[in-house]
């Protein structure tokens, strides 16, 4: 185990399929307690290491109880048990949260997402949160699975209008690939 006190920010960028396991290995190694800031872009792979990688970057997380204020994860594999985690270790420092899903883009995680920073009487999730970015799968069949709840989106923003309110707010709308087809149709 490596304890890097003085760390505050974690990079890892253009990390390939083949380098997750060795970034886990890294991440699984390591403990920064003050750590503020994460980056860490990978390119997409749709393996069990994918769903690892962000599991692993959880558990260090929670191993160094730092106060991290800049997450940003762009990779694959991001599911609702990530959120609950992230949201439950970063509660009362996160500031800037960008998360994009390049594979799963499971509509599940951007509904727990939305769930979990919707502020209900005094509790207001992520208090510090001004800066969210994430990716929607947008798809032609709505007989498809779970639907994006665009009330409930609406919603989340407007709880936390006057208290908590978002300054900036990032969707990038990602057509789902069994739909690609379909635009080459369109006019």
Known sequence: MVVAHNLEC???????????????DVLDKLTAPSLT????????????????????VLNMVERSKCPIRHLVYRSSCIFPAHITRLLQY?????EWLELKDHVCCDRGMVNALV????????DIPAPRLHYLSFSLPVTV??????????DDFVEMVRSRQSVA?????????KLE????????SVD
Request: with cysteine; charged share 25%; aromatic share 4%.
């Open 10 to 24: 974690l990079s890892i960028l253009r990390c390939f399929p083949r380098a997750e396991t060795q970034v886990q």
């Open 37 to 56: 800031g994460i980056d860490l872009v990978a390119q997409s792979s749709d393996g069990a290491d994918s769903v690892d990688l962000f599991d692993s």
């Open 90 to 94: 970063t509660d009362a420092t996160l």
């Open 115 to 122: 769930d979990a920073l919707t502020a209900r009487n005094l």
């Open 141 to 150: 069949d709505l007989d498809m699975g779970t639907h994006y709840r665009v």
């Open 165 to 173: 309110p978002l300054r900036r707010l990032h969707i990038e709308c």
């Open 177 to 184: 690939e069994n739909n690609e087809s379909l635009l080459d």
